[in-house]
């Protein structure tokens, strides 16, 4: 399973940014995924997950700013970044739960896309 993200690049404060992240390969479902980011010298954070029958989740400093969907036809995740502030600047990783043929679940990560938020 290989997940690609996309989307990331330099905004200015107060403005928005899409990113997407795609899962392609051999499974059986894939029941939950997730954006995190990172900063320089910062811990990896949770941002936004969205999870079958729990549905979605934010972290503090995001909600009423960002939005996670999935398009499950197309096992994509989006993460709509709106009004963002210098903070949120880092590389944003994207992750899946996958449940494989054997019904046994896997963790998977993207690539990372860099976002930068400055004037």
């Known amino acids: 399973v290989q997940l690609q993200a996309s989307g990331g690049g330099l905004v200015q404060p107060g403005e928005s940014l899409r990113l997407s992240c795609g899962a392609s390969g051999t499974f059986f479902a894939i029941p939950a995924m997730s954006w995190y980011r990172q900063a320089p010298g910062k811990q990896r954070e949770l941002v936004a997950s969205?999870?079958?029958?729990?549905?979605?989740r934010y972290a503090d400093s995001v909600k009423g700013r960002f939005t996670i969907s999935r398009d499950k036809s197309k096992n994509t995740v989006y993460l709509q970044m709106n009004r963002m502030k210098p903070e949120d600047s880092a590389v944003y990783l994207c992750h899946a739960n996958v449940e494989d043929w054997k019904l046994e679940y896997d963790e998977y990560w993207g690539q990372g896309t860099q976002v930068t938020v400055s004037s």
């Open positions: 969205d999870t079958d029958g729990e549905g979605t």
